[in-house]
């Protein structure tokens, strides 16, 4: 079983809709979560970070965590074009600078103008 | 900003060769990784290093190696390059929890480096 798991997608929505995006982990030492964005032939860049269940908003986006069920989620509110990109849940054990993340496959996101 | 470069965004080597990526980060952290991006597949870490010449192995570092002589830049190699080393791979560099400016556990990433072996 992998550690993370993320539907990999392709998901297409029209502009202006609200878009939710999801992983689950299995491991319940896990305590820092973010998501990040990837454009095309482009690196990841952090989008979310977290730290506790609950919510934290940041303009549009949303990010969710539940730790009871080891699941959490992105809500892009009002999704733009510029938002097609790919998105990556990535789960810590620590905040330590050499802490490994583990990352999602990645879920493909495309907003239909 | 924090600045994480690759120097090659393209290579095409032939298997056997020996293939040398280069990354280089200007914000001091102490801390840099490799991870190769493969469809379905998603980030896997190869190697990754907490200070100048200290490294660690990650979760798929058979076939590669990794030097770090100087703290801003971290070297990937391949010593002999085969057709499934073709793929995506991306440096990135952390800084320790607490030092000034850091947005705690941010990795900040190159644009990555897709290596294509023949």
């Known amino acids: 079983q992998k550690e993370v798991e993320q539907d990999p997608g392709p998901l297409s929505v029209p502009e202006g809709a609200i878009v939710s995006l999801n992983c689950t982990y299995s491991n319940s030492a896990f305590q820092y979560f973010m998501w990040y964005r990837q454009y095309s032939r482009k690196g990841p860049e952090l989008l979310m970070y977290?730290?506790?269940?609950g919510n934290k908003e940041d303009g549009r986006f949303t990010a969710q965590v539940d730790k009871s069920s080891k699941y959490i989620s992105l809500f892009i509110r009002d999704s733009q074009p510029s938002d097609s990109a790919t998105y990556l849940c990535?789960?810590?054990?620590?905040?330590?600078?050499?802490?490994?993340?583990?990352f999602g496959t990645g879920t493909r996101l495309t907003i239909i103008p | 900003d924090v600045k994480v470069t690759q120097s090659s965004r393209y290579l095409v080597k032939r298997t056997g060769e020996k293939v040398f990526l280069e990354c280089v980060q200007d914000?001091?952290?102490?801390?840099m990784f490799w991870y190769r991006q493969d469809p379905g597949l998603g980030l896997r870490l190869i190697y990754f290093s907490y200070d100048v010449k200290m490294k660690e192995k990650g979760d798929i570092p058979e076939g590669y190696s990794v030097s770090r002589e100087k703290k801003e830049r971290f070297s990937l190699i391949l010593e002999s390059a085969s057709t499934n080393q073709t793929s995506m791979y991306l440096c990135?560099?952390?800084?320790?929890?607490?030092?000034?400016?850091?947005?705690?556990?941010?990795?900040?990433f190159g644009e990555g480096s897709r290596l294509t072996v023949l």
């Open positions: 914000m001091d952290h102490e801390n």
């Open positions: 990135a560099s952390k800084q320790n929890p607490g030092t000034s400016g850091s947005r705690t556990g941010e990795l900040f």
């Open positions: 977290t730290y506790s269940s």
């Open positions: 990535a789960v810590g054990k620590s905040n330590f600078g050499n802490e490994k993340l583990t």
